[in-house]
């Protein structure tokens, strides 16, 4: 819950009401998110890959790697988000040490996931006879 914690207090957060999309895959992504209140998904290629709830952060590689979005985020119910921009999230990484840990940490969890979804589709890919 780290990244609520440092975000919760923020003065202003970006609303997106259910069914409406937080970002696209394809768009430029000069900013990632905190999910502060709500629940959202993340897709790729229609592909549901992520249910979000408060505290997680969302587009994050778009802001490290300076990519175009490559899936999409939409609000499954009304949501808050704290926004970050490549200018702050600096400073965080500079500033907070823990922060940028938890940053690996998520990105690796993901990964792990990615991975294990992979394996599992060769699996049942090569069972089928």
Do not use: H
Request: proline share 2%; net charge negative; with cysteine.
């Amino acid at each position: 819950m780290l990244f609520y914690e440092l975000f919760r207090l923020d003065s202003e957060f970006l609303s997106v009401k259910s069914g409406d999309c937080l970002f696209r895959a394809g768009e430029a992504g000069e900013v990632m998110y905190v999910l502060i209140s709500g629940e959202a998904e993340v897709t790729i290629s229609g592909v549901l890959f992520e249910k979000c709830t408060q505290g997680a952060l969302l587009g994050e590689i778009s802001v490290i790697e300076g990519s175009r979005r490559y899936a999409t985020v939409t609000a499954r119910t009304d949501c808050n988000f704290a926004v970050i921009d490549a200018k702050r999230f600096q400073y965080l990484v500079d500033e907070t040490p823990g922060f940028a840990i938890n940053v690996m940490r998520l990105m690796a969890k993901r990964l792990k996931e990615c991975d294990l979804r992979v394996v599992q589709a060769c699996s049942d890919k090569c069972a089928q006879p």
